[in-house]
């Protein structure tokens, strides 16, 4: 198999007429990969994406062919997909206000272009679910930036950009249903779509994983502080005290830090899928 692309955390292998994604236990902040991974990170990234591309899978079509027709030395962190040309739009639904979303609505009112309330908190819950796209940069090439719904339309023309918006919402709306059924918010996630061969589109990449959406134990949610994180924002916030300015390389990671982001993957992974970790 060749090595075809090494993301921050996951690689892609091809294989044949397919693609092998393995996640790895690397963890990055801030577009850097800090040097200290996290064990089981890469399983449980791939059993949660497992379990809700079969949940949604009504919705849109996926990527997956077999999460378990892998190499052996990468069982349960790899996932066999078929390759699809990737759109190069990070599709991002958020029903709650926080990160570089609170940040923007601060700074001018909107995100992406969508008009807000005013007077909306850190952890604010939205009057409905929001489309926010935003660029897709390439490790390395910089910050994703944020963009217009205008902005896709140009870029990939409105048929397109408008199936995106609408398959990007109902994810995130029957994800958000189902996790809070669970006791958990999903404040925010960010999707990725591919077009096979014959114009289809399809659901790639990770699916409401702790890396790409984030997560609060509703019990705890109150708007106007930061929220209780099951997802990778502790590790972020971690970074960002140690007083590092966010360019490579990154610090080690302590134990204590390392153990506790683990405890919330899979605290979350079980609450979500009900099984064991």
């Known amino acids: 198999m060749e090595l075809v692309h090494q993301g921050k ?4 292998y091809v294989d044949g007429e397919d693609v092998i994604l393995v996640a790895s236990d690397r963890v990055s902040v801030y577009d850097v990969v800090l040097p200290t991974p996290i064990p089981d990170k890469g399983k449980l990234l791939t059993a949660l ?4 591309f079969e949940q949604l899978a009504d919705l849109v079509p996926n990527h997956v062919v077999s999460g378990t027709d892998v190499p052996p030395e990468w069982a349960g962190r790899a996932v066999r997909c078929r390759r699809l040309q990737m759109i190069q739009v990070e599709c991002i ?12 609505y601060e700074a ?4 992406s ?14 009057p409905k679910p929001i489309f926010t796209p935003t660029t897709k940069s390439a490790p390395g090439a910089g910050h994703d930036e944020f963009i217009t719904f205008d902005d896709v339309v140009e870029g990939i023309g409105s048929d397109v950009a408008t199936e995106l918006r609408r398959i990007t919402l109902e994810v995130y709306r029957r994800g958000a249903a189902i996790a809070a059924e669970r006791g ?13 061969p014959d114009g289809t589109l399809v659901l790639g990449d990770e699916l409401l ?17 930061a929220q209780h994180a099951l997802d990778k924002q502790f590790v972020r916030d971690w970074a960002a005290g140690t007083g590092w300015d966010k360019t490579p390389p990154a610090p080690q990671v302590p134990e204590e830090i390392v153990e506790a982001t683990r405890a919330r993957y899979i605290e979350v992974y079980e609450r979500i899928t009900g099984e064991r970790w």
């Open 93 to 104: 639904a958020r029903g709650y206000l926080a990160g570089l979303g609170l940040r923007e």
């Open 184 to 196: 958990v918010i999903i404040a925010d996630t960010k999707l990725e779509f591919g077009l096979t």
């Open 209 to 225: 994983t702790s890396d790409s959406s984030r997560f609060w134990p509703a019990a705890d949610w109150q708007p106007g502080r």
């Open 9 to 12: 955390v996951r690689d892609v």
């Open 49 to 52: 994406s497992l379990w809700w």
């Open 108 to 111: 001018g009112g909107a995100v």
């Open 113 to 126: 272009g969508v008009p807000l309330p005013a007077g909306l908190l850190e952890g604010s819950r939205l």
